[in-house]
C-alpha cells in the first residue's frame, strides 16, 4: 500500500493577484484577468492574463534590488514559493526537502528583450546565464537552504503536474520528507507568437467547453504546494490542509501538438489516477478540467470525461477564463487552487459559457452551487503529444492522521 502524502503548504500567483486569499476571493465573485497586454513588450493586440504587478513592483515585494539580475519567470515563482514555505512553516534544512519545479520560458523573457545587445555587445551578456530552465529553479529557491534535490521539468503545460506527481512517488519510495512542487511561467513573446502561429489564440476572453469557444488566452502565474509524508507532518507537528490521493501521467503520442480525438490519453491518466487513490469514479465531486477553450483540447477532453464518468458526471469547470492558460505552470497554480476549493468548499465556475458542444452530454458548470459534498478534486492537467497528467485531492479522514 502506498504512503499517504499530505499537501502541508501553499502558494500562489496569477492574474488574479498574489496571494491564496486574493485568489479565491476573485474566483468567488466571479472576477476575470484576461485583459489587454500591458506589461510584455509585443505588437500583438491579444487578451491575457498578466500578472498584475511590473518586475520592479514584484522586487520591491521580494526586497530584491532593481539593479539585481532576475527574470519575470523567477520572481513569480519567488513569490509563490514564499508562501507555501510560509503556510507550511517549514524550514528545509530541517528534514530531507526537494525542490521539483516545472517551467518552459525559463528566463526567455530577458533572452528577447536583449537578443540585439548579445550581438553587438556585452553590455547583457548576464542574462544569458538566466535563459535556461534550471537556472530559473536555482533563482527560485535561492532565498532557501536546505535543499537536498533540485530538479526541473519542461513537458510544456504538464510540466508543473507531472513536478507534484515526481515529488509524490520520491515521498512515497521513502527518498526524500517532504517535497516542494508545482511551477512557474510568465508570458514571453516567443511562446505568445508560436501560439499565435498555431492560430488557436482566442480574440476575446476564451469559453471553455462552448460549442463557440475560438482558442487560448494565454497566462502568467506559479503555483507550489509542499507535500509530505505521514511521518513528517507528525515529526513537524504541521495540520495538514488534505490529502494528495494520486497522480497519474500517460502519454497518447496522438500528434505533436493536437489532443486524440477520443481523448484516450486522458482517460487512460485520470483511469489511473482513480486506481492509484482507490476511488471510484462517482466518489469525484469536481473535475478542475485542463479546458483550454480550443476546438480540439475541449472536445477531446470532454471525450474522455464521458468515458471515465458516463452518466454520472460530476461538476466541471475550467479555470482558464479567469487566469488564462498558465502553460507549464498551470498544474501548481490549478493545484493549489484545487486544494483551497477543497479547504473552502466552494466550485469555481466556468466564465463565459453560452451554448453546450453537441458531442458532450454534460455542460461545465456555469453558475454557483452548494454541492452536496467536496471531498475529492480531480485536476487535470494535458500537454503537448498527448502528456496528460491528473492528481487528485482528497479532505482528510480523521483516520488519517
Known amino acids: 500500500m502506498n504512503k499517504t502524502v499530505f499537501v502541508t503548504g501553499v502558494g500562489i500567483i496569477s492574474g488574479l493577484g498574489y496571494g491564496r ?21 509585443t505588437t500583438l493586440d491579444l487578451p491575457v492574463g498578466e500578472v498584475p504587478y511590473s518586475n520592479e513592483e514584484m522586487m520591491d515585494m521580494l526586497n530584491i534590488h ?28 530541517d528534514q530531507r526537502t526537494v525542490f521539483i519545479s516545472g517551467t518552459t520560458v525559463g528566463g ?4 528577447e528583450q536583449y537578443y540585439l545587445n548579445f550581438l553587438h555587445n556585452d553590455n547583457n551578456k548576464e542574462y544569458i546565464k538566466t535563459h535556461d530552465c534550471g537556472i530559473c529553479s536555482v533563482m527560485i529557491a535561492e532565498d532557501y537552504h536546505g535543499f537536498e534535490m533540485m530538479t526541473t521539468l519542461s513537458a510544456a503545460c504538464s510540466s508543473a503536474a507531472n513536478a507534484i506527481q515526481i515529488g509524490m512517488e520520491l515521498i512515497q519510495s521513502g527518498r526524500c520528507d ?4 508545482g511551477g512557474s511561467e510568465c508570458i514571453s513573446k516567443y511562446h505568445l507568437n508560436g501560439f499565435n502561429s498555431l492560430m488557436i489564440l482566442d480574440k476575446e476572453q476564451c469559453r471553455p467547453f462552448d460549442s463557440t469557444r475560438a482558442g487560448i488566452n494565454l497566462g502568467e502565474g506559479a503555483g507550489y504546494l509542499v507535500i509530505e ?6 515529526k513537524r507537528n504541521i495540520k495538514p490542509l488534505c490529502v494528495l490521493s494520486s497522480c497519474a501521467n500517460r502519454c497518447d503520442a496522438f500528434h505533436q501538438t493536437a489532443s486524440s480525438p477520443n481523448g484516450e490519453g486522458a482517460y487512460l491518466a485520470m483511469i489511473d489516477a482513480l486506481k492509484e487513490a482507490g476511488l471510484q469514479a462517482s466518489d469525484i465531486d469536481y473535475v478542475n478540467a485542463h479546458g483550454t477553450g480550443t476546438q480540439g483540447n475541449d472536445l477531446s477532453e470532454g471525450n474522455a470525461l464521458m468515458r471515465v464518468f ?5 461538476y466541471v469547470a475550467s479555470l482558464k477564463s479567469y487566469i488564462g492558460h498558465t502553460t507549464s505552470a498551470v498544474g501548481g497554480v490549478e493545484g493549489v487552487i484545487s486544494v483551497l476549493s477543497l479547504l473552502e468548499g466552494y466550485m469555481p465556475i466556468s466564465l463565459n459559457y453560452r451554448n453546450k458542444i453537441e458531442e458532450h452530454s454534460f455542460e461545465p458548470l456555469h453558475h454557483d452551487t452548494i454541492p452536496h459534498r467536496l471531498e475529492h478534486i480531480m485536476s487535470n492537467s494535458f500537454g503537448f503529444g498527448g502528456n496528460d497528467t491528473v492528481c487528485i485531492f482528497s479532505k482528510i479522514k480523521e483516520d488519517k492522521i
Do not use: C, F, Q
Request: cysteine-free; hydrophobic content about 45%; glycine content about 2%.
Open 108 to 111: 526567455m523573457d530577458k533572452t
Open 229 to 234: 509524508s505521514e511521518e513528517s507532518v507528525k
Open 66 to 93: 532593481h539593479d539585481a539580475i532576475m527574470t519575470r519567470t523567477a520572481l513569480i515563482g519567488k513569490l509563490a514559493l514564499k508562501e507555501a514555505i510560509e503556510v507550511a512553516s517549514l524550514n528545509p534544512s
Open 310 to 314: 458516463g452518466d454520472n458526471m460530476p
Open 21 to 41: 486569499r486574493v485568489t479565491m476571493e476573485a474566483l468567488r465573485e466571479h472576477r476575470s484577468a484576461i485583459a489587454k497586454i500591458r506589461y510584455l513588450d
Open 178 to 181: 517532504v517535497a516542494v512542487v
